[in-house]
């Protein structure tokens, strides 16, 4: 019997691979995306560690070449949603009773698996699938999966070695227990780590799950699961099924054995899986724990004494990568009028140098968004600001779906701060600046702060220290990651522990230590050595004379 105590060391972050021209890195991620491209493959539900075919299909296509189809997945249905259930509840008691070193281990060799022999292959499949450019992919499905497993790992065993203090006499322990039932996970099409982290982070703790993957998202995901599976991850642990939301939602919310949700996706899509557990609450057998990061209408407040050239970039990176369909994208600016009609004319010069197009032309910024609804969504804001009085187009402003989905990066320019893409998640490549008077700083803060429901990030340019923290200070629940003089996206696991609250979700930190301890349902245990064998105390004796 092994007695050793445990501990990882700090992880450190997965180096990040840059793809330039010549390198044996964009060599080999251009064979992988040649191959997938060329072919079909047939993608299965996945339920107790087997394959599980189903009449019901979907395609999955290319968003920036929706002509062509990668694959062809197969749809869960009622009763395949309560056969991964059933997977799941039968496969808890062996994999929570399992050494937590054991579960970790698991992890650790998906994280080789994924920096080795399948980088490439889930970078390929995110930038043909999702629409990603290979930078984006390498942060994305290599890089930050890559370091939510290891740090997981690592967090996991702090996590462990937290143990109450205990007198002589007794001695008391924690015990972190996975949560009685089964974990539903419902994962976005934006981010592949993202579907990683919502399912290893609780299996971690030893829950067992049913993946509901986002139907975009579904060939990197799958490519993920088969490979948790190759790193020995034991059957019905997780188990994933493809599926209609109505049809996850009507049978797993009403499942006795419910335990927690983890969710990222839009904010009215949670509220609906909120409501629907209340509705249940008296079938189930403990209150389920619902985990969610949702929406984001993310800021950038420039100060009168910020550099201009940083403000710009900060702008068109934190607004433009990905298409803007980041939760952490910056969609609203809020500029001093001392700077803006010489940060406008950097700003429309750069915007109209972007170049869009396939993922696999490398010298493209920006690619397709993820779908038709998609861009007829952020087609429609964009319709409205062309004819309102109150704003203005800077610069884009128009899309052409006939090959992919493309929508220009636009630049609008409003005279209202409550003007609809100021307040409005659009999920697309869309910047609005409300131009402020430079001493009104402090008032345009208390704007920012009252005019979105949402509150998951944003940032502050300033070269003055003083305005920084009155802007810290003022915007205290405004974002739940906060960022001085820099874009408010591209949080970094073990760095920027990510999440905000608000309407966008419950803050539970995801990279971090405080995820993972959601996923536990700790018992305190005491034991006492030598137990009294009498009621009376001490202080009984006598009648109360002095």
Not at 119 to 138: D, F, P, V
Not at 267 to 282: S, Y
Not at 304 to 326: C, H, L, N, W
Not at 506 to 520: A, E, M, P
Request: net charge neutral; charged share 20%; aromatic share 10%.
């Amino acid at each position: 019997m092994n007695n050793a105590i445990f501990n990882f060391d700090p992880p450190k972050n997965e180096t990040v691979n840059q793809y330039q021209p010549g390198s044996i890195h964009r060599k080999e991620l251009m064979h992988e995306l040649d191959r997938q491209s060329s072919e079909i493959i047939e993608i299965p539900l996945i339920i107790g560690g087997k394959e599980v075919h189903t009449k019901t299909r979907n395609s999955v296509i290319m968003p920036h070449g929706h002509g062509q189809v990668l694959a062809s997945y197969c749809v869960a249905g009622p009763a395949e949603i309560n056969k991964a259930i059933e997977a799941a509840v039968d496969a808890r008691e062996e994999w929570m009773s399992l050494s937590w070193l054991d579960r970790a281990s698991v992890f650790l060799k998906a994280a080789e698996l994924i920096s080795s022999r399948y980088r490439y292959i889930m970078n390929a499949a995110t930038m043909l699938g999702q629409s990603k450019s290979a930078y984006q992919a390498e942060i994305d499905s290599a890089c930050e999966v890559i370091d939510f497993l290891r740090f997981n790992a690592y967090y996991a065993s702090e996590i462990y070695s937290r143990q109450p203090h205990s007198e002589f006499g007794n001695l008391n322990r924690l015990e972190y227990r996975a949560l009685e039932g089964f974990v539903l996970s419902i994962t976005p099409f934006n981010f592949t780590a993202i579907a990683s982290n919502l399912n290893a982070a609780p299996a971690m703790m030893g829950n067992t799950l049913v993946w509901k993957p986002a139907s975009t998202s579904v060939l990197s995901n799958y490519y993920l699961m088969k490979v948790f599976m190759e790193a020995g991850l034991p059957d019905g642990v997780i188990n994933f099924i493809p599926s209609s939301g109505k049809d996850i939602s009507a049978t797993a919310l009403k499942n006795k054995h419910l335990a927690g949700i983890h969710f990222t996706g839009s904010t009215g899509t949670f509220n609906h899986l909120w409501r629907g557990t209340g509705e249940n609450l008296g079938n189930y057998t403990s209150y389920p724990k619902l985990i969610g990061e949702t929406g984001g209408k993310d800021f950038i407040v420039v100060h009168p004494s910020a550099d201009m050239d940083e403000v710009a970039t900060a702008i068109i990176r934190g607004a433009f990568e990905y298409q803007g369909q980041k939760c952490s994208a910056a969609s609203r600016a809020y500029i001093p009028a001392s700077m803006w009609m010489k940060l406008k004319r950097t700003l429309t010069e750069q915007i109209s140098e972007i170049k869009m197009g396939d993922v696999r032309d490398f010298s493209n910024f920006m690619n397709a968004v993820i779908d038709e609804p998609s861009f007829d969504s952020i087609m429609s804001h964009l319709n409205f600001a062309s004819k309102s009085t109150d704003a203005k187009i800077l610069a884009g402003g128009s899309g052409d779906k006939t090959h992919g989905y493309f929508v220009r990066p636009t630049l609008i320019e409003t005279t209202d701060p409550h003007f609809r893409t100021m307040e409005e998640e659009i999920f697309g490549p869309v910047m609005t600046v409300y131009v402020y008077k430079d001493n009104e700083f402090e008032q345009v803060l208390d704007i920012c702060d009252k005019t979105s429901p949402y509150a998951l990030t944003g940032s502050i340019f300033s070269t003055d220290r003083y305005a920084l923290n009155v802007a810290c200070r003022k915007l205290r629940y405004a974002a739940g990651n906060l960022y001085f003089n820099d874009k408010p996206s591209g949080a970094v696991v073990g760095q920027q522990p990510f999440g905000g609250a608000r309407a966008s979700g419950t803050n539970d930190k995801s990279g971090s230590y405080l995820n993972l301890l959601r996923w536990t349902s700790p018992r305190t245990i005491k034991e006492t050595f030598l137990p009294p064998s009498d009621y009376r105390y001490p202080y009984m004796e006598g009648r109360g004379d002095k």
